[in-house]
T-cell receptor, first 111, second 113 residues
């Protein structure tokens, strides 16, 4: 199993541009999550999904959108990128016994 | 209500010492308390987790102590090694609403040789 994979690893965006961060898992987990981690801080939940077709907001959803058309994929969309969205983004999926496994992250800089 | 407070922010110990990281929470609905280890440039990795019906759990050199009445839990790293140098995060979640994790702010641990 590859586990949780994320692409790209790094990206630089100009203010106002849009992009999609990709996340995929091959463990057949129903639950998936997107977090952001600002320098020296803990992780904050952006959006989560409890299964294909079902998504919900987390703690910091503004400026982001998600979709979940398949069990495997959970892309995160940034519209009109702002400097405040400069962060490291982590995707995770969860087993039935609550264990969350994280991807390697995408480091995003908005200038 | 959802906050998890973690202390200290950083910790330096000599090899073989026992770093202790503490976390406190307010939400009594939390029923799952994991600890994550994160190395620079990597994603968090699940280290060990505990549920509130257990007061202590050990996995290898890592031990969680849980005090339900005080709403506190802590991580002890026994016989710490330089390879344990990393940032450690505590977290908490409930069964409700997608089992969303609320993270503490992290503790940077440095184990000197």
């Amino acid at each position: 199993n590859a586990g949780v994979t994320q692409t790209p690893k790094f990206r630089i965006l100009k203010i106002g541009q849009s992009m999609t961060l990709q996340c995929a898992q091959d463990m057949n987990h129903n639950y998936m999550y997107w977090y952001r981690q600002d320098p020296g801080m803990g992780l904050k939940l952006i959006y989560y999904s409890v299964g294909a077709g079902i998504t919900d907001k987390g703690e910091v959803p503004n400026g982001y959108n998600v979709s979940r058309s398949t069990t495997e994929d959970f892309p995160l969309r940034l519209e009109l990128a702002a400097p405040s969205q400069t962060s490291v983004y982590f995707c995770a999926s969860r087993t039935e016994s609550y264990e969350q496994y994280f991807g390697p992250g995408t480091r995003l800089t908005v200038t | 209500q959802q906050q998890v407070k973690q202390s200290p922010q950083s910790l330096i110990v000599q090899k073989g010492g026992i770093p202790i990281i503490n976390c406190a929470y307010e939400n009594t609905a939390f029923d799952y308390f994991p600890w994550y280890q994160q190395f620079p440039g990597k994603g968090p990795a699940l280290l060990i987790a505990i549920r509130p019906d257990v007061s202590e759990k050990k996995e290898g050199r890592f031990t969680i102590s849980f005090n339900k009445s005080a709403k506190q839990f802590s991580l002890h790293i026994m016989d710490s090694q330089p390879g344990d140098s990393a940032t450690y995060f505590c977290a908490a979640s409930t069964k409700a609403a997608g089992n969303k994790l609320t993270f503490g702010g992290g503790t940077r641990v440095l184990v000197k040789p």
